[in-house]
């Protein structure tokens, strides 16, 4: 039996995470070694209280530890205005911006003949019930500029014409770029010089 059983076994999970690969794993872990009650402790203590709290909010799907996040609670949000993105991380990048002061609704994913991911797969039923029970009156699809992104962008944009006004984001998201790996002043004049779709 291996005396860094334990160890190996957390450089093996810590390299399943994007962006680590086995030797950043492995350095990662040995500085939480080094800065065990700096580091090491309180972040498995964190881990295990993140890992009993978190929960997808119901009514938009970003995460939090409530039911329903901060973000949908708040009446300041309730504008009309509703921004559609793909994951959670694209929403966190657009709250980082500062820019859009509405509401959220994650899909989960796009469209994907490939994958088999139609619809239902999606949280796309959810956000056509949402559009006329929140009084919605604008919805920006602020998806990726990806194939499957526009593609599914259409897809909304074909549900709910003559609903809503229907915009995109503009200048700033370059084809083929993904939200998240964008930054503050990119999306801020992206959503700044959106139009229609």
Excluded at 38 to 67: F, H, M
Excluded at 143 to 150: E, M, Y
Aim: aromatic content about 4%; glycine content about 8%; charged content about 25%.
């Amino acid at each position: 039996m291996s005396s860094t059983k334990d160890i190996d076994a957390l450089i093996d999970l810590m390299a399943k995470l994007p962006g680590l690969g086995p030797r950043s794993a492995r350095r990662t872990v040995l500085h939480l070694i080094r800065k065990r009650s700096l580091l090491l402790i309180p972040l498995a203590d964190t881990l295990q209280t993140v890992a009993e709290t978190a929960r997808e909010c119901l009514n938009c799907g970003n995460v939090g530890t409530t039911d329903v996040c901060d973000i949908c609670t708040c009446e300041k949000r309730a504008n009309g205005e509703l921004c559609v993105v793909e994951d959670v991380a694209d929403l966190w990048a657009m709250e980082r911006s500062g820019i859009f002061k509405g509401r959220y609704h994650v899909l989960g994913g796009t469209l994907s003949a490939l994958d088999a991911v139609g619809p239902q797969e999606l949280r796309i039923p959810r956000l056509l019930d949402r559009v006329p029970s929140e009084g919605i009156t604008e919805v920006i699809l602020a998806l990726n500029a990806t194939i499957d992104g526009q593609t599914t962008a259409h897809y909304i944009a074909d549900n709910l014409e003559g609903q809503v006004r229907l915009t995109s984001l503009a200048q700033g998201v370059p084809i083929g770029g993904e939200l998240d790996y964008l930054d503050d002043g990119t999306i801020t004049a992206a959503m700044r010089a959106r139009k229609s779709f």
